[in-house]
């Protein structure tokens, strides 16, 4: 809550005009419209947070035209950031490295890593839909599959080479 603060302050401040969502404005009723609008989820991968397992995030969209124009997603626990400029690239800054970044390339399921997140429903549907897909996995005969916890870090996972899918 208080990093959603800190960050909507912060973007107001130089874009007044701008609109903002969180999540708990996503809770309420709100229509993306055309308009500068910054998408933020102040703690992504809750549940990893609350069991201080690292694999967390805060992420920032900036959005013109319903289309995401620069991504930010940052993990203060590892202290990396990886963000993306559309038509410019994705790129990272952590104790490791930084620079661009890309994604590994692989082009068979057989030789992939995935990452997938099972969410927070536990109705029958869901269940069967989580378990179909992990099984269809299997049976194409994937590398490995991980459960990390945080999508946004799964995305940047991906979009690093770090999983392949």
Same mark, same amino acid.
Do not use: D
């Given at each position: 809550q208080e990093s959603k603060k800190i960050i909507g302050s912060r973007i107001r401040g130089r874009f007044p005009q701008h609109a903002i969502i969180g999540e708990e404005t996503a809770a309420e009723k709100y229509v993306l419209t055309d308009a500068p609008t910054w998408t933020i989820d102040p703690v992504d991968g809750t549940t990893n947070f609350v069991h201080r397992w690292p694999w967390t &995030?805060?992420?920032? @969209?900036?959005?013109?035209?319903?289309? !995401?124009?620069? &991504?930010? @997603?940052?993990? *203060?626990? =590892?202290?990396?950031?990886?963000? !993306?400029v559309k038509g410019r690239g994705a790129f990272t800054k952590s104790p490791r490295y930084e620079g *661009?970044?890309?994604?590994? /390339?692989?082009? @068979?399921? =057989?030789?992939?890593?995935?990452?997938?997140?099972v969410g927070y429903r536990r109705d029958e549907q869901t269940i069967a839909h989580t378990t179909g897909c992990? !099984? =269809?996995?299997?049976?194409?005969?994937?590398?490995?599959?991980?459960? !990390?916890?945080? &999508? /946004?870090?799964?995305v940047a996972a991906v979009a690093s080479g770090k999983v392949d899918a």
């Open positions: &995030c805060i992420l920032v @969209t900036y959005l013109v035209n319903k289309e !995401a124009h620069v &991504c930010v @997603t940052y993990n *203060p626990i =590892g202290n990396e950031m990886y963000w !993306a *661009p970044i890309h994604t590994s /390339g692989t082009k @068979t399921v =057989g030789e992939s890593v995935v990452v997938m997140e992990l !099984a =269809g996995l299997m049976r194409r005969q994937v590398r490995s599959v991980r459960m !990390a916890g945080s &999508c /946004g870090m799964n």
